[in-house]
């Protein structure tokens, strides 16, 4: 699937929200920190919004800042959800839920991130959960990604691997033309040893690159390949990017 923007990358713009923090007393634990991430990434919701809801953990961390912020604030939402695991935990704290299906259009999306560099460009799929990620993303008017600054590199795919959504159907075939790519994977298996499928049913390679990849081309290698569902190369959907610096977030935007 192609991301919603075509456009060249452009170097993104920096700024520091630390008037966004929670703090308490001089130190800031690791769970204030990442609260206060969320905090910062739910901040602009405002009733009459559908909001869609990434996958993972520091997805998850969104879910329960934007679950505080409709108690607090009375917010009047409606809520995507981009995994079976993050529709759970939204039930689970009261947020209402809407089928995709019946949703035209996203005014926001609120989701983590494995990777992302300075380019705005961002690694997605650990969870296996990119292609509707990719979906919500597409489907939205604005995008904010969550990350700490461990995950932030010169170019993604230099601390994570790539993961590339595959049918089972004609599995050895894809991976035949994955090669031909240059490209090696391994395909991802749970903790009892069988293949991990994603929510869709779909297997996961992945697939550790070497750095001198050009990524927008490598995307449309990988979105030509009929076995290929997704990949996690997200080049240009991320809006914005905040990225928690031990107690400033910093903002990147395009």
């Keep these: 699937m192609h991301g919603r923007r075509t456009c060249g990358v452009r170097r993104a713009r920096s700024t520091l929200e630390s008037s966004l923090l929670w703090r308490r007393g001089s130190a800031l634990s690791e769970q204030d920190v990442v609260d206060a991430l969320a905090q910062a990434a739910v901040a602009n919701i405002v009733s009459g919004m559908i909001v869609g809801l990434g996958a993972g953990r520091t997805a998850a961390r969104g879910v329960r800042a934007l679950a505080e912020r409709v108690r607090d604030d009375k917010l009047d939402i409606q809520c995507v959800a981009a995994s079976n695991a993050t529709e759970a935990l939204a039930r689970e704290l009261g947020l209402p839920l809407t089928d995709f299906a019946l949703v035209e259009e996203i005014d926001i999306l609120i989701d983590g991130a494995d990777e992302v560099d300075k380019d705005m460009r961002v690694m997605k799929g650990s969870r296996g959960a990119m292609t509707r990620e990719r979906m919500l993303a597409w489907a939205s008017r604005h995008c904010v ?3 700490d600054e461990q995950k932030v590199s010169d170019k993604i795919g230099t601390l994570t691997s790539l993961p590339v959504a595959l049918m089972a159907f004609g599995l050895s075939s894809t ?30 390679l992945d697939i550790k690159l070497n750095g001198q990849e ?10 030509d390949l009929p076995g290929v569902i997704d990949h996690g190369l997200f080049l240009s959907e991320a809006d914005v990017i905040l990225i928690d610096h031990k107690g400033e977030v910093e903002r990147l935007e395009r």
């Design 145 to 147: 990604f969550m990350v």
């Design 214 to 223: 050009d990524l927008e081309h490598l995307a449309a290698q990988l979105n």
């Design 175 to 204: 991976r035949r033309a994955i090669r031909d790519l240059g490209l090696n994977g391994v395909c991802r298996r749970d903790l009892d040893g069988n293949f991990f499928l994603t929510d869709n049913g779909n297997l996961v």
